[in-house]
């Protein structure tokens, strides 16, 4: 009995942790708002052969197309720290940078309101082992800093071009755009 007992707890262990990549273990699983969101793909961003971070897509349904994601109510994107290189000004204009690629450099003043109270997100120094998660949905964008929830910030549109950020036309890197997508 002790044994099956075992067995069943170990078999349970494996399914929370759907993933590592990097050495970063991924739950197969992200709970908000009482929906339950599903390890959509996971990959690294690198630069000059350096592993910077990982990045995760949540889902409540598989999508292998960025349109697919964008029609899905909400989406979660998670973004673990893996190098010092990655510094709090760094993170900013990489971000400042995904918004003018991800909307063609076409910004109204909401959009740009928008991303200046977001990257408040990023005022504070970052190092290997931060994590952030970045709730998208038709409300806005919910970030949550090592567990640290942030106030909502814009709306739909604003909750689109940051998910094309990774996954738009001209993604932060074409490789992980498609371990996101599940490739």
Not at 56 to 81: E, F, G, H, M, P
């Given at each position: 009995?002790?044994?099956?007992?075992?067995?069943?707890?170990?078999?349970?262990?494996?399914?929370?942790?759907?993933?590592?990549?990097?050495?970063?273990?991924?739950?197969?699983?992200?709970?908000q708002d009482n929906q339950t969101y599903v390890l959509n793909g996971?990959?690294?961003?690198?630069?000059f052969f350096m592993d910077l971070y990982v990045g995760s897509l949540?889902?409540?349904?598989?999508?292998?197309?960025?349109?697919?994601?964008?029609?899905?109510?909400?989406?979660?994107?998670?973004?673990?720290?893996?190098?010092?290189?990655?510094?709090?000004?760094?993170?900013?204009?990489?971000?400042?940078?995904?918004?003018?690629?991800?909307?063609?450099?076409?910004?109204?003043?909401?959009?740009?309101?928008?991303?200046?109270?977001?990257?408040?997100?990023?005022?504070?120094?970052?190092?290997?082992?931060?994590?952030?998660?970045?709730?998208?949905?038709?409300?806005?964008?919910?970030?949550?800093?090592?567990?640290?929830?942030?106030?909502?910030?814009?709306?739909?549109?604003?909750?689109?071009?940051?998910?094309?950020?990774?996954?738009?036309?001209?993604?932060?890197?074409?490789?992980?755009?498609?371990?996101?997508?599940g490739d």
């Amino acid at each position: 009995m002790k044994s099956l007992l075992s067995l069943l707890l170990l078999c349970l262990s494996f399914q929370v942790v759907a993933k590592e990549v990097a050495g970063i273990a991924l739950p197969n699983s992200l709970s908000q708002d009482n929906q339950t969101y599903v390890l959509n793909g996971a990959g690294v961003r690198s630069k000059f052969f350096m592993d910077l971070y990982v990045g995760s897509l949540y889902l409540t349904a598989t999508a292998d197309t960025a349109d697919k994601v964008l029609a899905q109510d909400k989406a979660i994107i998670r973004l673990d720290i893996l190098s010092d290189l990655i510094t709090s000004d760094k993170m900013r204009d990489a971000i400042s940078d995904g918004f003018d690629a991800a909307t063609d450099g076409k910004m109204d003043d909401a959009m740009k309101a928008s991303i200046a109270t977001f990257m408040t997100l990023f005022e504070a120094d970052i190092k290997p082992g931060d994590n952030f998660v970045l709730i998208a949905s038709r409300d806005g964008v919910e970030a949550i800093k090592n567990d640290i929830t942030q106030p909502r910030v814009g709306d739909a549109t604003f909750a689109k071009a940051l998910l094309n950020i990774w996954l738009g036309e001209h993604p932060a890197q074409k490789s992980l755009k498609r371990n996101m997508l599940g490739d």
